[in-house]
């Protein structure tokens, strides 16, 4: 099996450049690097550097901002080989054997859709005292997502979702249920969940704690968005996850569960780490995130947008 590695990216060019040559030391069979309209010269500085590497790698720069989702489809397209994996440019692999790893899993087992391993966040060392059977489980009775990611883990896990920052998955699988979905805009919280969702079925996805990485979490770029609009994201994404995986029958316990979450954060600030908002502010960003969600059911979102993009390549 052959693995293509797409990486999003949006004005992080110093971060993705640091990141290029490990990537070749990762030896894949092709990198495939979208860029979002970046701003911050990345396009005149990936132009520049993109031959100095043996690796087969693409440059995509999209003419028009259009977001996360659209640029992974844009990667999934013109990504060859049969596997592909998901590294967003601030996360850095900490195992050159980690593809190796990845291709094994889905050679012997087909039922395997999906592989991911855990992500360490740069300020925060890995918890190991969170329960193991809830890393990244879904509960579909309540529902209720968990992801503790950053948890330590000594054996592969079979899970319900992984990562959208270090995650691997056969392209035939992406192309059939048409990549991610764009519905999940703004800071892109739950579309890699909302994708293992529908990706999964009665089949298998892994998590394996051979193949870490290290979430760098850089402050500008990327899907970086203001503290009041990353909590209305937070709160509505969450909604339209599960109004669309389970159903406007679970409308009363979408709100019930999102109250719920809105309640718990605002309660004990749990983000303080990153955001400062006030408890005025976080309720404002809850009913923001409540309208969001109701014109999102009323319109319907579109899949496989056709981005403008030019291309550089060195093969």
């Known amino acids: 099996m052959r693995t293509s590695l797409v990486i999003a990216t949006y004005n992080r060019k110093k971060t993705l450049i640091n990141l290029l040559p490990i990537l070749e030391e990762l030896t894949p069979y092709k990198v495939v690097i979208v860029d979002d309209n970046s701003t ?14 043996s690796v087969k790698m ?24 049969d596997l592909i994996g998901f590294f967003d440019d601030d996360c850095i692999p900490l195992n050159n054997n980690c593809l190796r790893i990845v291709e094994d899993w889905f050679s012997k087992d087909e039922k395997v859709v999906g592989v991911g391993g855990p992500v360490y966040l740069r300020n925060t060392k890995p918890i190991s005292e969170r329960i193991e059977n809830k890393v990244a ?13 950053n948890t330590i ?39 890699e969940t909302d994708l293992c969702m529908r990706i999964k079925g009665d089949k298998k996805i892994v998590l394996d704690p051979r193949i870490p990485v290290n979430h760098l979490r850089v402050p500008s ?43 718990n954060i605002i309660k004990n600030k749990e983000d303080r780490r990153y955001y400062h908002l006030n408890r005025s502010k976080l309720w404002s960003a809850y009913f923001k995130a ?26």
Not at 230 to 255: A, E, Q, R
């Open 137 to 149: 489980k879904i509960d579909f009775k309540k529902p209720e997502v968990f992801s503790y990611f």
């Open 58 to 81: 693409k440059y995509i720069f999209l003419k028009q901002k259009s977001g996360v989702a659209i640029v992974k489809n844009t990667g999934i397209r013109h990504a060859g080989g």
């Open 221 to 263: 770029g990327g899907c970086r968005v203001s503290a009041d609009d990353w909590y209305m994201y937070k709160f509505s994404n969450t909604m339209l996850l599960i109004l669309k995986n389970w159903g406007m029958k679970k409308f009363v316990s979408v709100s019930k569960y999102s109250t719920s979450n809105a309640t």
């Open 290 to 315: 409540f309208k969001r969600t109701l014109r999102k059911i009323v319109k319907p979102h579109m899949y496989n947008l056709e981005p403008d993009y030019e291309v550089t390549r060195n093969y």
């Open 153 to 191: 883990i000594n054996k592969p896990l079979y899970v319900d979702h992984l990562p959208g920052g270090n995650s691997f998955y056969r392209k035939n699988d992406l192309l059939r249920i048409n990549g991610l979905d764009p519905c999940f805009n703004g800071n892109f919280y739950r579309e």
């Open 40 to 53: 911050d010269s990345t396009k005149k500085s990936l132009e520049e550097l993109i031959h100095n590497y």
